[in-house]
């Protein structure tokens, strides 16, 4: 375990920056945190966690794949990638860190999807604990401790003090760069400050909130569930719950006629979309209902089906917080998996 | 706090819905916690008594839900309109999108509805509940004392500049009766007016960059029904999941608020809704700054069957040139 005193935070940062890129959360002019690229002047956010998780550094909301160019009967493909430089995210909770793993199932399993990985390769995670979660918080609910995140290098904030724990060789790599700035120290603090978080922990007011119902295997068990009408009656059809999510990764595959050529890109879709993999038939979800269906069978019995028993969802409470109609996967965890217990 | 009490709205709900006036209710659904609310169609009384809630957290505005609600009802809906609803309504029926026929409306006063992000800026995070008395109450999990609040300094935007507590459509109506408001809704309009053309566009990139295209603003605007967006066709080449670019998200919310130009009630969901905060109804409340300048005073969804300036031709129109004439002075 090192610290550094939270005085002297920027002249880590400052140092972390010389070797790479390095983001973190600052405060936006609306109040809420955006992760920033760092420069001096950027101040480290106090927020919880960000509007826009931080999924969006290895599977951005819009990237270009290849582009083509025509020349008569020839066609020239064009690798358009630069994806070389190595980044850091400093700052990332428990919660979204636990969320690169269920994205790396999706796109480091055969076939390997090199555009993430390379990210993924490039990227080093400074994970940080939590202090004050919030209501709509449940990390819990899926075994996720925010006293004790995973990534890189796990960070303790306190009042005074921050302190650092290299988990992999890519973290123990970039604590030594930061050597100079820390000093070596017990884990008494850090100790202290998870007793206090666990003792939050138990207090939350979601912390009942159980998976025990759902997993693989259960998809007849609640496809044709009459909860579903009820749950997605006023549902608006946004995707504003699939683009906080730091776990939602679908995407759509589209051509751009530049004029001179073609770019083919992928951007992020959403099953709330009624275009949502739209084929030549048809759509094979016509209404609501269905979309919202796909959306929570998704994380709660299809990928865990196919995962291991993971679920895709990780508790960060960003959809609770941002539906504009305040239904959520905690309503329908409760709704569906309390008829069913 | 509010003037009309859950009781009394669920005392109106289950009398109609007993004589059969009405078959179901539109209404605001308690939710996890004290601010999280979610527009139910409720069945009969013992929904409406144990999850119906009435509070300074109702913000959703139900017009728009009566386009679909309505159409699939078996009898009437009834439907709770606090004083801005009302405008929403009166256009959605100016341009035939649901049957008057299929719905009951109760109009309610409204003392302007609570924006959870102001509470929580005082408050901080970890709300366990919120109790809204004479003031709003909070208690969180950080906090040894509930931290008391005048509900009046934790407004939403749009209540705070509340153009009109008077009910403009109704079957009937509860409470007191309130007036058309002169409110300073166009103050930061006219803060944007007054900005070069540089530091506008640089005030609009700012905002509109943040934007995530999750379509919750067009998909909550009672303006925005048209049942096969332009922006969801894959036919109509510019369809798009995502923003490409910065530019990208500006045409998509220049386009939207040209589209609702004379129909926005100026009803304030796109901006509540936005997850990333984007002031959007500044856009609209432009386009009706305008019409009003340039047009003589006219508000959207006021009455039942009124032509908005921009499809109505008078011959005193004043000619696009004059308007590019005015532009120095309103720009």
Redesign the interface.
Same mark, same amino acid.
């Given at each position: 375990m090192r610290k550094c005193s939270l005085n002297s935070i920027n002249s880590v940062f400052a140092e972390i920056a010389k070797a790479a890129t390095l983001y973190l959360p600052v405060d936006?002019?609306?109040?809420?945190a955006?992760y920033t690229k760092w420069e001096e002047g950027k101040v480290w956010s106090n927020a919880?966690n960000t509007?826009?998780s931080p999924k969006d550094f290895f599977f951005p909301?819009?990237e270009n794949l290849m582009a083509f160019k025509t020349a008569g009967k020839n066609i020239e493909i064009i690798d358009t990638r630069s994806e070389s430089e190595d980044f850091v995210i400093f700052g990332v909770r428990a919660c979204d860190v636990k969320s690169f793993e269920i994205l790396d199932r999706v796109f480091l399993s055969e076939p390997v999807d090199t555009f993430y990985a390379a990210r993924r390769a490039h990227g080093v995670i400074v994970s940080v604990a939590c202090t004050?979660?919030?209501?709509?918080c449940f990390c819990g609910t899926f075994g996720i401790n925010p006293a004790e995140p995973a990534g890189d290098i796990s960070a303790w904030k306190t009042e005074t003090e921050v302190f650092f724990r290299a988990n992999t060789e890519k973290g123990v790599a970039l604590l030594s760069k930061i050597e100079g700035l820390t000093e070596e120290c017990t884990d008494e603090a850090v100790d202290a400050q998870k007793e206090k978080i666990s003792a939050?922990m138990k @207090?939350? *007011?979601?912390k009942d909130v159980t998976t025990d119902a759902f997993g693989g295997g259960k998809t007849m068990d609640y496809f044709n569930s009459p909860a579903w009408d009820?749950l997605s009656?006023?549902c608006?059809?946004?995707?504003?719950c699939?683009?906080?999510c730091p776990t939602c990764q679908c995407y759509?595959i589209k051509d751009?006629n530049t004029g001179k050529g073609v770019i083919r890109?992928r951007?992020?879709?959403?099953c709330m979309?009624?275009?949502f993999t739209?084929m030549a038939h048809g759509n094979n979800r016509l209404s609501q209902k269905e979309r919202f269906r796909q959306r929570f069978m998704h994380k709660l019995v299809y990928y865990p089906e196919n995962n291991d028993g993971l679920f895709s969802c990780v508790g960060c409470g960003r959809c609770?917080a @941002?539906c *504009?109609?305040?239904?959520n996967i905690?309503?329908v965890m409760k709704k569906i998996g309390g008829e069913n217990k | 706090m509010q003037t009309i009490t859950r009781d009394q709205l669920i005392e109106k709900a289950v009398s109609l819905l007993a004589d059969g006036t009405v078959s179901c209710v539109l209404g605001w659904q308690k939710g996890e916690f004290d601010y999280d609310v979610t527009p139910v169609l409720f069945k009969n009384a013992d929904e409406l008594k144990a999850n119906f809630v009435w509070n300074d957290f109702c913000g959703a505005n139900f017009s728009k839900y009566l386009v679909t609600k309505a159409e699939k009802a078996t009898g009437k809906v009834l439907v709770f309109l606090k004083p801005c609803d009302t405008y929403s309504f009166n256009q959605l029926l100016t341009e035939h999108r649901f049957n008057r026929e299929k719905v009951y409306a109760v109009g309610i006063p409204c003392e302007g509805m609570v924006d959870v992000a102001k509470v929580k800026a005082i408050c901080g995070d970890g709300i366990v509940s919120i109790d809204c008395g004479e003031k709003l109450s909070v208690t969180t999990l950080y906090g040894d004392e509930p931290t008391v609040i005048d509900a009046k300094d934790v407004l939403a935007e749009r209540c705070i500049n509340c153009k009109s507590k008077k009910h403009v459509a109704y079957d009937e109506l509860l409470g007191e009766e309130g007036e058309v408001i002169a409110s300073d809704r166009f103050d930061e309009v006219a803060k944007l007016e007054a900005m070069t053309p540089d530091e506008r566009f640089a005030f609009w990139q700012g905002e509109l960059s943040r934007c995530i295209r999750c379509n919750a603003c067009r998909d909550a605007c009672p303006a925005c029904t048209c049942e096969k967006c332009v922006f969801d066709n894959p036919k109509s080449g510019v369809e798009n999941k995502s923003p490409a670019n910065s530019f990208e998200e500006k045409m998509f919310h220049i386009i939207r608020a040209f589209h609702v130009a004379g129909r926005c009630t100026d009803c304030g969901e796109c901006s509540r809704v936005c997850p990333q905060n984007i002031p959007l109804h500044l856009l609209n409340r432009k386009f009706i700054k305008d019409i009003n300048c340039f047009y003589g005073e006219y508000q959207a969804g006021a009455e039942v069957g009124s032509r908005a300036p921009l499809v109505d031709y008078t011959t005193d129109d004043l000619e696009p040139g004059e308007v590019f004439d005015r532009r120095d002075n309103n720009a």
């Open positions: 936006g002019k609306d109040g809420s955006v919880l509007v826009r909301q819009t004050k979660p919030s209501e709509t939050i @207090k939350l *007011p979601l009820e009656q006023s608006l059809g946004c995707g504003t699939t683009f906080v759509d751009f890109y951007c992020w879709d959403s979309y009624s275009e739209r609770l @941002k *504009p109609i305040s239904m905690v309503k | -």
